[in-house]
């Protein structure tokens, strides 16, 4: 079965460009995740999806970041302008449902983003 | 002060020590806890969900005190292969994740 696809795997911007991120969960699950991860710390929610609907977008800067997941399948990331502050991985996760303690979330391997 | 809060470590053990990690977290209504493993420039993947009744996975044991609002991995036997790092994931409708602890298990 295949994991949660993403692309690109590394992205290099200058600041100020606009840049977006893909995201194709695994069959199947209906809850998507996007958060962001700093070197040296754990991931940050920033945008979590249950079909097509944002349930939980309050960590997201939505002055620069945008997401949308159309068809409740793959989903979109969006920065735009980036800022040298928003180097990072980007890392879309997926899970069958939103909760409770069989709701494991199995991630993509990530965006590598640097923006300079 | 975080919501999940965990010992950066590193914590460097021999082969075959036992080696316990431990994460706070501050959002009482946590209803779910799980531990991922991180490995170096990849994706978190999970190694344990942690039950209020503790759970064990081979040489792996996870507890949970709901009283003093801490989760624990224990690890028995550490190979070489368990280095890595540990992040703790507390769920109150929401993921939470601690910053994660480095575990290097040496010959």
């Known amino acids: 079965e295949a994991g949660v696809v993403q692309s690109p795997r590394y992205k290099i911007i200058e600041k100020k460009q606009p840049v977006a991120f893909w995201c194709n969960p695994i069959?199947?699950?209906?809850?998507l995740y996007w958060y962001l991860q700093n070197l040296g710390q754990g991931p940050e929610l920033l945008i979590r999806?249950?079909?097509?609907?944002?349930?939980?977008d309050s960590q997201l800067p939505k002055d620069r970041f945008s997401a949308e997941r159309l068809k409740g399948v793959d989903s979109t990331l969006k920065i735009q302008p980036a800022e040298l502050g928003d180097s990072a991985v980007y890392l879309c996760?997926?899970?069958?449902?939103?909760?409770?303690?069989?709701?494991?979330?199995?991630f993509g391997p990530g965006t590598r983003l640097t923006v300079l | 002060r975080k919501e999940v809060e965990q010992d950066p470590g590193p914590f460097n053990v021999p082969e075959g020590a036992t080696v316990a990690f431990n994460c706070t977290y501050s959002n009482s209504a946590s209803q779910s806890f799980f531990w991922y493993r991180q490995d170096c420039r990849k994706e978190p993947k999970l190694l344990m969900s942690?039950?209020?009744s503790g759970n064990e996975d081979g040489r792996f044991t996870a507890q949970l005190n709901r009283a003093s609002q801490y989760i624990s991995l224990l690890i028995r036997d550490s190979k070489l292969s368990d280095s890595a790092t540990y992040l703790c994931?507390?769920?109150?409708?929401?993921?939470?994740f601690g910053d994660g602890t480095t575990l290097t298990v040496k010959p």
């Open positions: 999806y249950e079909n097509e609907e944002a349930v939980d």
């Open positions: 994931v507390s769920d109150a409708g929401k993921s939470t």
């Open positions: 942690v039950y209020s």
């Open positions: 069959s199947g699950h209906n809850t």
């Open positions: 996760a997926s899970s069958l449902e939103g909760g409770g303690p069989h709701n494991e979330q199995f």
